[in-house]
């Protein structure tokens, strides 16, 4: 049948002697109807698993789930329950119980793994249109890509181009048996709204209507690509650090420039794409903000702020252990969440800090008084710390987290910044490199 070779033409070029399928398995006419299609793959025979997820939101969830396991139990193809929680419903009941669904898939999946979801035509048509009806742009209107990365592997939608009717003929045809969801008759959700009210009326008036819109999607697709290829020679143009941007290179791009540039930095983090008035809020206040200003913008688990010509992506969770804590070198010393770890590298000679003497106690303090005076290597005359921080362009609020080295009470260095000239090792003396071991989760 005309679905067969479809899934056949869609999956065979990426299946390999050591390729995992694991098929999502809802019970569904959708996803019973993607297991036989592949279940029938010469190449993928030996190396089929299903995923049922149980997410408990209707009376009839446990029937699914032995309906799911005798099903696969009749094709003889390995099966898998998981029972989910939805502990976060602020995005909706749908939203969350995708998340959780994925969430419960990624335990399957590993660099060989081709993990394949049912997803048609049709819905492909209902996610552009609640793109639409969001305002998004063009990645939004590209709506579902037939394949894209996940985890460790792949995330296949083999039937994304297989219209409704023909997923329901071919069912039909062999004679399948599936599982209906009750709450697919309900309206109140959006798609449910647009499957049953919306979609039959446009297809009537207008019988190429889905086929249209997933060709529309394609070409959102193939736009998408251009644009995030451009953001990236941009963002290699603008970058400083992977969490600083300078302003002076953005400036001389176009607003549409970007925007782009900054949906793809936000992005990198891990962060939901902003409104376009956000982004416009983002854009104008980090432009217009005086010099000697500190705007913030809070993004998620971030905050973007300015400092001089950079705009900086700053962690909301730095937590410092204590703001004076002994150390006694002889094993790194954790800091604090979103900082790192101090670590005696090395014992060197030259230019570096003398070991302390016996009797001097080490300490690491994040806060000390401004006005403090320290005589660094190469200045002709001792500054105060804040003039130093100045000099050094330190933001504003990466100052708090500097780790200040003291032997009793004399400040002696600023990690990864200076040395006190007073406190350098002399040829006698043994030397020390502090050096900041910053986790590779930091290390973006």
């Avoid at 660099?111 to 979801?117: D, G, I, R, S, Y």
């Avoid at 939608?157 to 309900?186: C, F, K």
Wanted: hydrophobic share 45%; charged share 20%; glycine share 6%.
């Amino acid at each position: 049948m005309d679905l067969q070779h479809q899934v056949a033409t869609a999956l065979n070029p990426h299946i390999h002697e050591s390729t995992k399928i694991v098929i999502a398995l809802s019970g569904g006419i959708d996803s019973v109807v993607l297991l036989d299609a592949v279940s029938k793959l010469e190449l993928a025979k030996s190396s089929i698993i299903a995923v049922h997820v149980h997410h408990g939101l209707s009376a009839k969830a446990d029937d699914w789930l032995v309906f799911c396991r005798e099903l696969c139990a009749s094709y003889n193809i390995p099966f898998h329950g998981e029972r989910v929680k939805l502990d976060d419903i602020s995005q909706g009941i749908e939203a969350a119980a995708r998340q959780a669904r994925y969430g419960a898939l990624a335990k399957y999946v590993d660099a060989k793994t081709l993990l394949l979801t049912a997803q048609h035509r049709d819905d492909q048509t209902e996610t552009l249109l609640l793109a639409l009806k969001r305002g998004s742009g063009v990645r939004g209107l590209a709506a579902m890509p037939t394949v894209l990365p996940f985890e460790q592997g792949q995330l296949h939608r083999p039937l994304l181009m297989t219209s409704r009717a023909s997923i329901e003929d071919y069912a039909a045809h062999l004679q399948l048996q599936w599982v209906e969801d009750d709450s697919n008759g309900n309206v109140k959700f959006d798609r449910n709204y647009l499957r049953l009210e919306v979609l039959p009326k446009l297809n009537q008036r207008w019988p190429g209507f889905s086929a249209n819109v997933a060709r529309t999607a394609q070409l959102c697709q193939q736009a998408n690509q251009l644009l995030d290829e451009i953001a990236t020679q941009d963002l290699t143009i603008a970058k400083l650090a992977s969490d600083k941007l300078c302003l002076e290179r953005l400036g001389e791009m176009s607003d549409p420039r970007i925007n782009n540039v900054l949906r793809m930095w936000l992005r990198d983090f891990g962060l939901e794409m902003p409104s376009q008035t956000m982004l416009s809020q983002l854009v104008t206040q980090m432009s217009s903000a005086k010099r000697d200003s500190d705007p913030a913008i809070c993004v998620g688990k971030y905050s973007i702020r300015r400092y001089q010509q950079a705009i900086y992506m700053v962690p909301n969770d730095v937590a410092l252990v204590t703001q004076c804590v002994e150390w006694t070198l002889q094993r790194p010393l954790w800091l604090g969440q979103g900082i790192g770890s101090l670590a005696v590298k090395e014992f060197i000679a030259g230019n570096a800090l003398r070991k302390p003497l016996a009797g001097e106690v080490v300490s690491i303090r994040f806060s000390v008084a401004g006005n403090m005076k320290v005589a660094p290597l190469g200045r002709d005359k001792r500054r105060s710390v804040k003039k130093l921080l100045q000099e050094f362009k330190i933001p504003t609020w990466q100052r708090q987290t500097i780790p200040f080295v003291f032997y009793n009470e004399q400040l002696v260095a600023a990690v990864g910044l200076w040395i006190d000239k007073e406190f350098l090792a002399s040829n006698e003396q043994e030397a020390i490199s502090i050096e900041l071991l910053i986790p590779i989760a930091l290390m973006k």
